[in-house]
Each structure stands twice: as structure tokens, then as C-alpha cells.
């Protein structure tokens, strides 16, 4: 079975503070595929990245980043010099490789202050 | 535009009152599914549809039917609502194989479905 924890539900920060998401997973599968979306206020369902697990060169996209550790199962999200626009449910998922459902983590929401 | 529409949009019922919510996808993707998503358990899987005619249980399937006549149209049926089925519902569709249209293999969501049942 496929699980997917997200151990922080809310972290708050200041404007310009770095903030890290930590997600850890469980799977027998050798490949797989690892997901981030960004979930805002309003309600819908942002993608934001997917990653091989047979690739685990780390990932930067302007001040989002990404860790991908498979030693220790982990697909960590860093958000740089956050800003308020950042506010958000931020969820881990999980899928398989020839599957094309996410389990998804529980989600943590992330409040940047002003 | 790309997008996978459901309707309504925000809706609140009573035990019992048999609702559907539609969904609808117009990138012509095989695959189609349904998710709800409740605080602290993330989104859980419904059902799902590799293709037209071809359905299947997700995680949490109980209390929902689900139907595939034509390819862009996948809605949720909720044939006797209860409380417990008060939850925020998103559809999501995908092409079938390696990579989707857009190359990075990602499931495309509706904007979700806000359901209450008194």
C-alpha cells in the first residue's frame, strides 16, 4: 500500500522567511512517481511538480525547490523568500508507476504574515 | 481551454435527497476520476475510469455511483446522501500512458465541489 505523511499541519511565517514541507512516503514499488500541488484559498488544485523516483536530481523552479532523498524516502518542498501569495494547503502524493491514482498526504497549510 | 469543469460549484442537501455532481473534460483524456478531500486525511480516491464504459472503486467508494457513457462526461452519484458525505469533491482527468498532453504526467482537477448534507 501506498502512504503518503505530511507530519506538519500548519506552519506560520513571516514575509521573506524560507519554509520547508517535509513529506515522507511508503511504497514497495521501485518506481514510482512523487507530486506536489498547492491547494490556495480559493479552493482548486494547483500542480506544481512530479518527480521519477529513478530521478533524484533535486528540482528548483524560482523560489520553490525540491529534495528528493530516496535513501530515506523523502520529497521535501522548500518555499525561498516566502510571500503572502504563498499561503496555501500545500499536499504530497503518491502514484504508482503504470497507476494513475495519487494517495495523497494529509496537507499542510502554510500561513506567510505580512 | 484546457480544463475539467463540475457542477455545482457549492451545494447543500438533506439526508436522503438523491444529487449528482457532473464533471466534464474537454482534452478528449481516457482516464477520469473523483476524489474527496476531508481535514486531516488529504484527498482519498471514489471511483475512477480508464475509458468509456470502464469504471472502478477507488479507496472510499461507498454511498457513490459513478457512470462513463461518453468520454468528456464522468458525474458522481449520490443515491441516498448522509452527513458523513459532507466533504469537498474534485474530478480529475488524465491521457492514459507515460506522459499526458502537457508532458509532465499530471492529473488535471476541476475546481472542486463543496457538498453539504444536513
Known amino acids: 500500500a501506498q502512504k503518503v505523511t505530511q507530519a506538519q499541519t500548519e506552519i506560520s511565517v513571516v514575509e521573506k522567511e524560507d519554509v520547508t514541507l517535509d513529506c515522507v512516503y511508503e511504497t514497495r514499488d521501485t518506481t514510482y512517481y512523487l507530486f506536489w500541488y498547492k491547494q490556495p484559498p480559493s479552493g482548486e488544485l494547483v500542480f506544481l511538480i512530479r518527480?521519477?523516483?529513478?530521478?533524484?536530481q533535486n528540482e528548483i523552479s524560482g523560489r520553490y525547490s525540491w529534495n528528493f532523498q530516496k535513501s530515506t524516502s523523502s520529497f521535501n518542498f522548500t518555499i525561498t523568500a516566502s510571500q503572502v501569495v504563498d499561503s496555501a494547503v500545500y499536499f504530497c502524493?503518491?502514484?504508482?508507476?503504470?497507476?494513475?491514482?495519487?494517495?495523497f498526504g494529509a496537507g499542510t497549510t502554510v500561513t506567510v504574515r505580512a | 481551454e484546457a480544463q475539467v469543469t463540475q457542477n455545482p460549484r457549492y451545494l447543500i442537501t438533506v439526508t436522503g435527497k438523491k444529487l449528482t455532481v457532473t464533471c466534464s473534460q474537454n482534452m478528449n483524456h481516457e482516464y477520469m476520476s473523483w476524489y474527496r478531500q476531508d481535514p486531516g486525511l488529504g484527498l482519498r480516491q471514489i471511483y475512477y475510469s480508464m475509458n468509456v464504459e470502464v469504471t472502478d472503486k477507488g479507496d472510499v467508494p461507498e454511498g457513490y455511483k459513478v457512470s462513463r457513457k461518453e468520454k468528456r462526461n464522468f458525474p458522481l452519484i449520490l443515491e441516498s446522501p448522509s452527513p458523513n458525505q459532507t466533504s469537498l469533491y474534485f474530478c480529475a482527468s488524465r491521457n492514459r500512458g507515460a506522459r499526458s498532453s502537457s508532458g509532465s504526467g499530471e492529473l488535471f482537477f476541476g475546481e472542486g465541489s463543496r457538498l453539504t448534507v444536513l
Open positions: 518527480r521519477n523516483s529513478f530521478d533524484e
Open positions: 502524493a503518491l502514484s504508482r508507476l503504470n497507476d494513475y491514482k495519487l494517495s
